[in-house]
């Protein structure tokens, strides 16, 4: 019986020293974890903030956010949606889901352009699509994108989802495209070629990626999952 009590008290000791540590450890490494997600944020927003045929900033450089406190001067939340663990939105067929907050520009013009990340479940996991989308005289179109999770994709396969090439691939997509709602080529049933890719892309959404991600389709469907939640999204914000 001694030797039992003895057991368990040493035990609880080491338990107790094992969570101390993590804490300590926790409390050091916090912080910069923290900024370097805030930083990878920052540095996507910038990315699909940037016009996608003219390679010109969309807003004023001055109003590019460069910290938590200016980006939050941008944060919407449209009348009748609730944010509920981090989720704004979950689509209506359940395949994908858009994280709170979402986030709304202005052009020089006046257009808005609206800023959101799409979640979807991928091979390994979720994949998170940070996307921009613009709202002007000819409608909603899809400005660009930016993968900023995808950890557990396979290497060499979905992982390839990383590669900017590849994310080119998904932008830009005019508003017929958007309404026709996007789609791998692999799932669309036809694979464009040529000239045919972009104009395929921008006005059917069809994205032709089974040439540069051979062998993977479960990854680039998951950002078009994502891509397609945060359409739905925006629309149902009356955005239009």
């Known amino acids: 019986m001694r030797d039992y009590l003895k057991t368990g008290i040493t035990l ?3 338990t107790i020293i094992a969570a101390f540590v993590l804490s300590v450890v926790y409390s050091i490494v916090e912080e910069p974890i923290a900024n370097a997600e805030l930083g990878a944020k920052l540095a996507a927003i910038r990315n699909v903030l940037t016009d996608a045929d003219s390679g010109e900033l969309l807003i004023a450089e001055e109003s590019i956010p460069k910290t938590a ?10 009348e009748g949606f609730t944010a509920s663990e981090g989720i704004i939105y979950q689509a209506v067929n ?11 520009f202005l052009k020089d013009d006046g257009s808005e352009v609206f800023v959101a990340i ?22 909603v179109h899809l400005n660009g994108i930016k993968v900023l999770e995808y950890s557990q994709e396979t290497p060499g396969l979905g992982a390839n989802i990383a590669n900017e090439t590849v994310q080119k691939r998904f932008y830009p997509i005019d508003s017929q495209g958007l309404k026709k709602s996007i789609k791998v080529d692999k799932d669309a049933g036809v694979t ?10 921008r006005e059917e959404g069809i994205v032709t990626v089974s040439d ?19 359409s739905e999204f925006l629309e149902k914000a009356g955005v239009r």
């Open 118 to 139: 799409g979640i979807a479940v991928g091979y390994g996991g979720d994949v998170k699509s940070m996307a921009a989308f613009v709202k002007d005289s000819d409608g």
């Open 12 to 14: 609880m000791v080491i």
């Open 69 to 78: 406190s200016e980006l939050a001067k941008f944060e919407w939340f449209p």
């Open 192 to 201: 464009p070629i040529g000239d045919q890719i972009d104009i395929k892309k």
């Open 94 to 104: 359940s395949q994908g889901r858009v994280e709170s907050p979402a986030y709304k």
């Open 212 to 230: 540069v991600m051979t062998g993977a389709t479960i990854t680039p469907r998951a950002v078009a999952f994502s891509l397609n939640a945060i």
